[in-house]
């Protein structure tokens, strides 16, 4: 609400022009005390920031218009309009003092009362609005100053285009980003990925200011002097609050080392895949290549050691050796096949009962489990899993065969094969009460190679587990164990319930 200072002693004429002023619904308010001292004068007032300052010449026009001028020219209160008030209608001469000392209008108190409220109680409101405008109008500016400052120092590169598409504004990290010698305009020099000239009318800023598009984040290449810049850019149209158009704004950044980085990584895995390819053919070769001789190292000592045609006892002793460590080098050549083969192998997915899938392992494994003494459970509920059958086979044939490998000697093995509750994929586990392995060893043992027990101890190659996990994960699953020492082991294997592309 507007505010109207009284500057007038308790006297008849401040009592009119309060009167004045109710009839316009008015209420003035009393200046501070110490208004009447020249020295305070100015402050009391810009204190009270009234919007109509009313003196009267009761106590002498020149006084009156002393503290008019004062107030006038003083930076705190010149905005402040001034109204005085003279007992008597006025000459030519005194009109002319009074607008001379700055007041925005003079009243007599013979005006009628209703005339004489409406005109200050007009001036209060406009310089009421005024007041409040500029208020606004600072608030603004400050906001504007922020938003400035939060645009220039942002550190991703920011452009305005104005309605037309031309860019009026950059801050600071844009023009890093353009270089030192670049203009704003530049940022229409960018090509696709692929190098092809960007169609002016579908560079994202031009689709911004003209189509009101907005567009997500994209590489570009921008041209420059020591080569190509990566630049990531999207842009966002610009609307005045109905919705108007009035540019727009793109944001960007450089992204050059990031994508050489990224395409060195692509190299080195396109290097590293062919290199694998190499190495698995090898391998493969290899192995395929040594299974002949070592049939043949197996049939010749076999057969010279069933002849017994007087071999002396150590000669047959070293016989017995090669016999078994040929073939010992027969298993290991053939897992080393089957491991390079499981990554290349077509796979046959087809719906795969897991209750089938148990009991074929178990009719493959018996001699084994029999010679262990082993109990085996298999829970009747096991799901329905999307997955080659002959590759399940290896999966549990792997898990169920080191359960009884790993067992404890003293303690009657017993292994229990279920599911676990899970709406979205094939959770199987196959528990044992073996010798269960340490934590430090639980992802190692997926890896090639990694054995915790020489072959003297227990018999092995370490390959069955990175089988298994590359078999697992062609289906798209994981297999993790949860273990320790002596308490036994669960292997935990997910697979896809329905048709899911494998890996
Ligand atoms: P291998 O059995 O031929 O050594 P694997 O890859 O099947 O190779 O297993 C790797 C290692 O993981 C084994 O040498 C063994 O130490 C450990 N391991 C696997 N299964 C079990 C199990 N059920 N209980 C305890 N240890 C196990």
């Not at 027990?453 to 227990?458: L, P, S």
């Amino acid at each position: 609400m507007s505010r109207i200072l009284l500057l007038i002693d308790p006297s008849p004429a401040r009592e009119t022009v309060t009167e004045a002023l109710r009839r316009a619904e008015q209420t003035p308010v009393d200046a501070p005390d110490g208004w009447k001292d020249d020295a305070w004068l100015v402050e009391r007032v810009a204190e009270a920031e009234p919007d109509v300052v009313v003196l009267d010449a009761e106590q002498g026009l020149d006084l009156a218009l002393r503290r008019c001028r004062k107030l006038m020219n003083a930076r705190a209160t010149c905005f402040v309009p001034a109204v005085v008030v003279l007992p008597d209608a006025p000459d030519p001469e005194l009109v002319t003092r009074v607008f001379n000392a700055g007041a925005r209008d003079l009243l007599w108190l013979g005006e009628p009362l209703d005339l004489l409220g409406a005109r200050i109680d007009n001036m209060a409101r406009l310089n009421y609005l005024r007041r409040t405008f500029r208020r606004q109008n600072d608030a603004l500016a400050a906001r504007t100053a922020e938003l400035d400052q939060v645009f220039e120092t942002a550190t991703t590169g920011l452009a305005i285009a104005d309605e037309t598409g031309h860019v009026i504004r950059l801050n600071a990290t844009g023009r890093a980003i353009l270089g030192d010698h670049a203009s704003p305009s530049d940022l229409y020099q960018l090509t696709r990925e692929d190098s092809t000239r960007l169609e002016d009318r579908k560079h994202p800023l031009r689709r911004a200011v003209t189509c009101g598009e907005a567009s997500s984040a994209r590489r570009y290449l921008l041209p420059a002097d020591d080569g190509d810049r990566v630049i990531v850019l999207e842009a966002v149209p610009l609307e005045a609050p109905g919705g108007r158009l009035t540019g727009g704004l793109a944001v960007f950044r450089d992204d050059t080392e990031t994508w050489a980085l990224e395409s060195s990584l692509r190299d080195n895995a396109r290097d590293l895949a062919r290199r694998t390819d190499e190495m698995e053919a090898f391998v493969y070769t290899a192995a395929h290549d040594m299974k002949s001789p070592l049939w043949m190292i197996r049939r010749y000592a076999e057969t010279i050691l069933e002849d017994d045609a007087g071999l002396a006892e150590e000669s047959r002793r070293f016989l017995g050796r090669v016999e078994i460590n040929a073939e010992r080098l027969g298993n290991l050549v053939e897992d080393l096949v089957q491991v390079v083969k499981v990554g290349k192998l077509e796979l046959h997915l087809d719906a795969c009962d897991l209750g089938a899938v148990m009991r074929a392992v178990l009719s493959e494994l018996d001699g084994q489990i029999q010679e262990a003494g082993a109990t085996v459970v298999v829970a009747d509920d096991l799901p329905t899993v999307f997955a080659d059958f002959d590759r399940l086979l290896d999966v549990f044939g792997n898990l169920v065969s080191n359960a009884v490998k790993y067992r404890r000697p003293d303690v009657p093995c017993r292994i229990e094969i279920g599911q676990l509750a899970d709406q979205r994929r094939g959770h199987i586990f196959v528990r044992d009460n073996g010798i269960g392995v340490h934590d430090d060893h639980h992802k190692r043992i997926f890896q090639l190679f990694h054995r915790l027990h020489t072959r003297d101890q227990i018999e092995g190659s370490g390959l069955g587990l990175a089988i298994v996990t590359r078999i697992v994960q062609r289906h798209g699953g994981r297999v993790w164990v949860e273990s320790s020492p002596g308490e036994g082991s669960t292997f935990h294997v997910h697979l896809p319930l329905q048709s899911e592309p494998p890996t």
